[in-house]
């Protein structure tokens, strides 16, 4: 009697299965448009560059936008050496002021309201993460200069850049959240499940370079890389923060 009540649980278990199987969509085929696609669609883009012929206001800001991308041209900001860590900790321990950001200063930092320089590992964790943003924006400015002008000066920039996120991305020492430095041997996601390569903490991680993740769709439409170059940023940034995201 146990035996065939047995063999109609398991049954039963089976026969939910196939039902529940047979229930499931396909799954959904996605085909990648040609880049770049992410950070504006092509029917925006014609209405974007109609209206920088028809109006002042627009044309206006296309010129500002382009002053602005031609000064990241003449000098853009890289990322760090090492990691970022939290940009609240980048204040005078004296006076509470918030700490001057020079690019070219990474290990000392001025206090503005004393003149006084502080130095430190939290300063420069926080130094490091400022810089972090300034590349990302500096990013986006100028995949927007090159998909409304098609100026190859700036995805020649982009390429500069990103070539180098790569080459250091995969030097960053995974972390936890409070910036301890882990074993080279640690496990991803053992003692880390909040921590992160780049930045202190894994959301910030991820939102750092989904940032990034338009301006590099961009660029690889812009025909500037090579496949050789896009293979070494897509493996060594990309897939490596994805496998970072999903531990």
């Not at 299965?17 to 770049?36: E, L, S």
């Amino acid at each position: 009697m146990k035996t065939l009540e047995v063999a109609g649980l398991v049954l039963s278990v089976l026969t939910a299965m196939a039902c529940r199987a047979a229930d499931t969509p396909p799954p959904i085929r996605f085909t990648r448009p040609d880049r770049p696609f992410m950070l504006v669609s092509p029917e925006e883009l014609t209405v974007a560059k109609a209206k920088i012929g028809s109006q002042r206001w627009a044309a206006d800001g296309l010129k500002a936008l382009c002053a602005r991308a031609d000064e990241i041209v003449a000098n853009p900001n890289l990322f760090p050496e090492s990691e970022g860590g939290w940009t609240h900790k980048y204040v005078a321990p004296k006076t509470s002021a918030k700490l001057k950001f020079d690019s070219k200063s990474p290990r000392r930092h001025l206090d503005p309201s004393t003149g006084e320089y502080w130095t430190g590992k939290q300063y420069d964790d926080a130094w490091n993460k400022h810089s972090m943003h300034i590349t990302v924006d500096q990013q986006e400015v100028l995949a927007a200069a090159w998909t409304l002008t098609q100026d190859k000066r700036y995805a020649e920039t982009m390429r500069t850049v990103f070539l180098d996120i790569a080459k250091k991305y995969k030097t960053y020492r995974l972390h936890d959240k409070s910036m301890v430095l882990l074993p080279a041997d640690e496990p991803m996601g053992t003692n880390a499940l909040t921590g992160g390569f780049a930045t202190a903490q894994s959301i910030d991680e991820c939102s750092t370079f989904t940032s990034l993740a338009f301006s590099y769709d961009t660029l690889a439409g812009s025909g500037v890389l090579s496949e050789a170059e896009q293979k070494q940023i897509e493996v060594k940034v990309c897939f490596y923060v994805l496998d970072l995201s999903c531990t």
